[in-house]
């Protein structure tokens, strides 16, 4: 490297001799910074989405290429968040990519100090039996003084905010034909 291209390399040389006598923009700005491309640039498409973890409601862009989702940003065009997330939203892109996620089921049973994986079919068959046994343990057809009831409070339903509203109407349904009355969200608690 040249005396001459090492000086104008410098950000103070720059500062003093550029458009940028403030040093806040091109004058501070490295070679390294300056060759770099917004992973939004060089995406092959955008969908718009809403940000699926609580009940706001944040509008996503939501960036791919490859087919995989390669970042989420705030939408400017949500009347709701005008293109803002917070940090819990801004890092849901980790919700689909990241290598962390669970993808059997695990349980960790009575006492035990490890979790371990177990078969979805085994996972289905449990939760259905202790769904029948607490249901017909706990169920109530009538009140002290007869009166009609016929409900359950041995079963509840919380669910998580990443829920999307499908299933959370298949939730209510399911819960409520079982009998159940507390159907709860994560998001408003
Ligand atoms: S989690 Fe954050 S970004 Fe997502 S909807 Fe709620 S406030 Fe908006």
């Given at each position: 490297m040249g005396l001459k291209t090492f000086i104008q390399g410098w950000p103070v040389y720059r500062q003093l001799t550029g458009t940028d006598p403030l040093g806040r923009g091109a004058a501070a700005q490295s070679p390294r910074s300056a060759g770099l491309t917004a992973r939004t640039e060089t995406a092959d498409g955008m969908a718009r989405s809403v940000c699926p973890y609580c009940a706001v409601g944040c509008g996503q862009r939501v960036f791919h290429s490859g087919g995989q989702?390669?970042?989420?940003?705030?939408?400017?065009?949500?009347?709701?968040?005008r293109g803002r997330l917070c940090p819990k939203g801004s890092a849901s892109k980790s919700l689909v990519t990241s290598p962390l996620r669970q993808t059997k089921v695990r349980y960790r049973r009575p006492?035990?100090?490890?979790?371990?994986?177990?078969?979805?079919?085994?996972?289905?068959d449990m939760i259905a039996d202790r769904?029948?046994?607490?249901?017909?343990?706990?169920?109530?057809?009538v009140d002290e003084q007869g009166r009609?009831?016929?409900?359950t409070l041995g079963i509840s339903s919380l669910g998580g905010a990443t829920l999307?509203?499908?299933?959370?109407?298949?939730?209510?349904k399911l819960f409520t034909a079982?009998?159940?009355?507390?159907i709860e969200n994560?998001?408003?608690i």
């Open positions: 989702v390669t970042q989420i940003e705030g939408d400017p065009d949500s009347p709701i968040s006492y035990a100090t490890e979790w371990e994986d177990l078969d979805l079919d085994v996972a289905l769904i029948l046994a607490a249901r017909a343990e706990t169920w109530e057809d009609p009831l016929n409900r999307d509203n499908e299933e959370n109407y298949l939730i209510k079982m009998g159940a009355l507390q994560q998001a408003r």
